[in-house]
């Protein structure tokens, strides 16, 4: 599902477990989806579980949207983030982010400092974690 090009054999389905596998290529991506959130929520309960969802920021991001990839620009990619405690639940951002800005933003949570003459691109979505929209 977008990291296997046309013609290398593959027949570009997910690769599902038997309980979730389709011949109907638009039921099998909804089932790569809810497998997907199987395991997400999976991760999810056991940070839960474990007393460990305030000190783990949780970020679920694609490299394209559902169109997708086609373009350098306007991918309009939803992107997912649980940091219990930190972000409100609910918050909704609206502003522009990148994946180049992922490294800054688990930099900034982890307050780590990037090695002397390293150079980080993209900017940490954290100034933002505390609004409800930004």
């Not at 306007?74 to 918050?91: E, H, N, Q």
């Amino acid at each position: 599902m977008g990291l296997v090009r046309q013609g290398t054999g593959s027949d570009g389905r997910p690769n599902l477990p038997p309980v979730f596998r389709t011949d109907d290529f638009r039921k099998s991506a909804w089932a790569g989806v809810a497998w997907l959130d199987d395991g997400v929520g999976a991760v999810l309960r056991k940070l839960d579980d474990l007393g460990l969802a305030e000190k783990t920021l949780v970020i679920l991001a694609s490299d394209n949207a559902r169109t997708g990839k086609m373009t350098c620009n306007r991918g309009l990619a939803s992107c997912l983030v649980r940091w219990t405690g930190k972000i409100p639940s609910g918050a909704r951002c609206d502003q522009l982010t990148s994946n180049i800005d992922i490294v800054p933003t688990i930099l900034d949570a982890s307050r780590v400092q990037p090695p002397t003459g390293t150079r980080i691109d993209g900017r940490s979505w954290l100034p933002a974690r505390n609004t409800r929209t930004c």
